[in-house]
């Protein structure tokens, strides 16, 4: 696979029903990220609160708040404010209110996770309340980002009360006026926050942070977006609106989509997301990869498949290893995959083609939005990451537990349901020959056991007739005494 483009054309697709509204960033063509939004779920992930402290357990270095929702939220000894540095049952006490913002979704059984290091995002600035200094995205060249810093830290001395801010990379093009319009919205939006504070009892919500597709307006419509269509009206309209306050030379990009074919369906986005509930994934050149999410760790494991290479054995180990990296960090973004991840690559003798590896890997993953670690590879092929996780994957938002094989991905075996069902015939018949049996099940174990019937009623010392029932699920089956 060749290597991620710096700057790849992008196209922002936004398909909004009655239930829920997702998003579709395309780069070069291809589907990259997804983004969903369902009504009455909870997507609280940059709202602030007015929190109440339920519990403070030092044992875990760990509070659990109430901020208004059924499960409570938990807030880490490191996302206390200057809580590196004492006890946490020195820092907070049951009643306390404080205020929180919300980082991560609650994700299967864990609440929410919030921290105190409150932020507000702008489009070319993030303020931050709790800090005192002024950083600059690292993504832009080294002159660029000290004449922002020097720009930005007189603009802050100006306006902030000794606040700090981050400089996003949007900023390259701005002007000085509109970073210093930006800066004065940033402190009174946070002026009226603390006042709200003030007044409103706890818990309660201080600043709801904006939806979907005014996020995507905000954090990823630039230059190299060339295009952003909508297919909802208000929506348009809205994202319109927005996008001329902030970004006037821009508003040409945002499009009404108005084709009778469904907006997913006429850019062949809906076959894509179908394929992310696959465990494997096909690689070009014949390899594949096996992906296993689990609730928070994900294990994935390269195979060559059928590819054999023109060359020796250890060159197209490395040369699949290499396009499974690209493959997976794909795989990653476009399923919203985080936490633990650990990639089990064919194993390599020579540490050199371990090192490209890896270096594809990080070259893979530069157009992730998400904080992403990578650790050395081992002498294994082993390869353990971080991927930051905000809400939980795509995988769990629209699939559930089967309920045949109840989360294991697999079912017996025909052959083991045939002894099944054999052992269960003879304990009900005790093993006494003479009479008629029945058997309902699946229309493929049907003509599984149709093919062995003669050693079955042998076995059982019965006449037993097969019935195929498309009703009954695999692992189902009726007995029935005639």
């Not at 250890?314 to 396009?323: L, M």
């Amino acid at each position: 696979m060749k290597k991620i483009s710096d700057n790849p054309e992008v196209e922002v697709l936004v398909n909004t029903s009655f239930e829920e509204t997702r998003i579709a960033i395309l780069e070069d063509g291809v589907l990259s990220e997804l983004m969903w939004e369902r009504r009455g779920a909870l997507n609280i992930v940059g709202n602030i609160y007015k929190a109440v402290v339920e519990n403070v357990l030092p044992g875990i270095s760990s509070a659990f708040l109430n901020i208004g929702y059924e499960k409570n939220a938990y807030l880490y000894i490191s996302d206390v404010i200057e809580g590196d540095k004492k006890p946490i049952d020195k820092l907070l006490y049951k009643g306390q209110e404080i205020m929180v913002q919300v980082v991560k979704d609650a994700i299967g059984t864990k609440g929410m996770k919030v921290t105190m290091d409150v932020t507000l995002p702008g489009r070319y600035l993030v303020l931050t309340p709790n800090q005192h200094f002024v950083g600059v995205s690292k993504n832009l060249d080294s002159q660029k980002r000290q004449e922002l810093n020097d720009l930005v830290s007189q603009l802050a001395q100006k306006h902030l009360d000794g606040m700090g801010c981050i400089v996003r990379t949007e900023a390259e093009e701005a002007t000085p006026d509109e970073l210093e319009k930006e800066i004065k919205y940033l402190y009174r939006q946070w002026k009226s926050i603390i006042t709200k504070f003030e007044k409103v009892p706890s818990p309660s919500i201080l600043h709801e942070d904006m939806d979907g597709v005014l996020q995507v307006s905000r954090d990823i419509l630039s230059e190299e977006v060339k295009l952003y269509l909508l297919d909802n009206e208000k929506d348009y309209d809205k994202v319109l609106e927005f996008v001329n306050k902030i970004s006037p030379e821009l508003k040409d990009r945002i499009k009404l989509y108005k084709g009778k074919t469904p907006i997913f369906e006429a850019f062949n986005i809906d076959p894509e997301i179908e394929k992310l509930r696959r465990i494997k994934l096909p690689l070009e050149n014949g390899g594949s990869i096996i992906i296993q999410e689990a609730e928070s760790l994900c294990a994935i494991d390269v195979n060559t498949g059928k590819f054999t290479g023109s060359k020796s054995q250890e060159e197209t180990v490395t040369q699949t290893n290499i396009e499974a990296a690209y493959a997976i960090a794909h795989q990653l973004r476009l399923r919203n995959i985080g936490g633990i991840i650990v990639i089990d690559f064919i194993d390599m003798k020579k540490a050199s083609n371990r090192h490209k590896v890896v270096d594809a890997l990080n070259d893979a993953v530069k157009r992730d939005r998400a904080k992403i670690r990578i650790l050395p590879i081992t002498r294994l092929g082993l390869v353990e990451m971080t991927r930051e996780r905000k809400k939980e994957s795509t995988g769990s938002l629209i699939t559930e537990e089967c309920p045949q094989c109840h989360g294991s991905g697999r079912v017996l075996s025909a052959e083991s349901m045939r002894i099944k069902i054999q052992r269960e015939i003879y304990d009900l018949t005790q093993g006494r020959p003479g009479g008629n049996l029945k058997v309902c099940l699946h229309p493929l174990l049907a003509e599984h056991l149709r093919s062995k019937i003669a050693a079955m009623e042998q076995n059982v010392h019965r006449s037993v007739k097969i019935q195929a029932d498309a009703q009954l699920a695999w692992e189902d089956y009726k007995i029935v005494l005639e």
